[in-house]
């Protein structure tokens, strides 16, 4: 259970929630998150948006009942959350190119964020791409070398990765695979994986991937995997 | 502890009548970072196949009000990398761990229960009532005769007591479980998943890649609790009942419909802990109306 001290729309349908939290949170984690009793039955998976001591930050996209409801809880109501859940995103010490669409931007932004404070040094360059109206770039601007933001074309269109850089995606399946294609096969991709969850703790099997090593756990191998063991075939 | 909750299924004792149901608890792991297992009457592993399989393809799971459909198709990593790699641990805990056994032909579920007969197993839950695998699985649990003549083979060959797993989608059950206790099983759990279908709409196309799936959680209930009713009327064996039961409250009403055990399903996915708060609830409930033991109350309807 965790108390909501702010719950906000910043855009057409994407809203921003801040609850009070405590303990270690690592960037690519989610939460599975509920406010509600039977209907619906599941809890729903969120990535953390932002951490720092005591706030935790959320940002998602309206899309049905559940999110629906997030979207209506007030300031000072409580929401239950488990987590923090699955492995995250790897630390990288080289260069590294962020690439996100749409709401796959959500757990960029803290991935981010502490690249920078662990690599003051590390170049970091981002690329975000939104179907039409943009979010959270001026976030994006205050923490990275350099931002390229597409709107309503093609990311990968513009996509240049530098030799020393890993790239790091988070967004719709079929753009993270292109982005993957369009990245020279020397560099490292990491891709934020989806999938509809039960448990999220790796009970059920629901969220099953298969991978060139075998079927894997997204909410519990993942959600972060290298792309060539996800989109190997 | 109390001896209250004490339930006695056949010769096993359980510390009380609460089991996490096979496919919702993985091999028990993954719920050990929320209370320690051995709070537990007992736990039922993931559906164990003699091979391993890598389970259904596409969506597995999709929400329907106060309810979950599954396809997961008894991805599991076979009876021996359980032995190697489950087993141990399992072994280890205070706590009576079911193994949960499908198959896909009558030779498949031989081999893998006599596989199981190298360790000591307290109670093998014969699963035959799988909605999500296309040959075997629930199969054999669409009628008393197809049910009883599985369950008198394994039984036969198996050196642990059997407890064969009813489904809700075939011939009256009350019919099913009088077969299979001719046959020789030590008792009976019901029930699997309700088979269903979803179909989106706006892809015009059915969710499941394997057509139908099956339906657990709230919305179950009360067919689960009036399946639960009519075989307890049935058989002299005991019954460990499920289908939706997320409260104490509901743990209570299976009981009372005559159930031994109890196990949870769906609600792990929903509270972690609902496991642990129904056995708290079972014990204030006791504490309350001053019984001596739960079995006061079983069977009372
Ligand atoms: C690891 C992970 C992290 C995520 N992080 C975010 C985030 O930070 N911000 C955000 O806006 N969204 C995120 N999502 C997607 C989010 O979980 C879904 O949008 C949400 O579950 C939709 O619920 P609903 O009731 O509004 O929609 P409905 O369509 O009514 O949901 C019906 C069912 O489908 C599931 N479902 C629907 N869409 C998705 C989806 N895209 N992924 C997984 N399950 C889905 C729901 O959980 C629910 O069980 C994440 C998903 C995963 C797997
Ligand atoms: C995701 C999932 C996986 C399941 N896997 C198995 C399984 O491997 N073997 C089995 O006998 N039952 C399996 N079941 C059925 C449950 O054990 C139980 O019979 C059913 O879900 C009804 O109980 P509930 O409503 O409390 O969930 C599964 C159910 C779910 C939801
Ligand atoms: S959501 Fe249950 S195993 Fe991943």
Redesign the pocket.
Known sequence: MAIIRSNEFISPGICKMTVAFTGAVLPGQ?FMLRAWDKD?L?S????V?DYEAGKLT???????????ILSCLKAQSEVILQGPL?NGFPQIVGDLCVVGGG?GI??LYYFVKDYKKKNPQGNCRVYLGFRDSSYCVESFNAIADEVNLNIGGMITDQLKVASNEVVVTCGPEVMMKSVAKATPAENLVYV?M????ACGIGACLGCTCATKYGNKK??KDG?VFLSDEVFYV | MSKQLETKFNEILFKNPVVPASGTFGFGREYEAYYDLEKLGGLCSKGLTLEPQSGNTGIR?W?TPAGLMNSIGLENPGIEAFIENEWPHLKSLDTVTIVNVGGKDEESYLKAIEKLNAIDVKLIELNISCPNVKAGGMAYGMTAETAGDITKKVVDISNHPVMVKLSPNGDSVADIARACEASGAQGISLINTIQGMAIDYKKRAVVFDNLYAGLSGPAVKPIALRMTHQVCQAVNIPVMAMGGISTWEDALEFIMAGATCIQIGTVNFINPLAPIEIIEGLEVYCEKEGLANISEIRGII
């Open positions: 989610f619906p599941l729903r998976p969120i990535s948006h959320f940002l998602y996209q309206v899309v049905g009942k559940g999110t629906e699955g709401i959500a757990p934020s989806e999938a509809r969850m997204v909410c959600p | 799971l929400e």
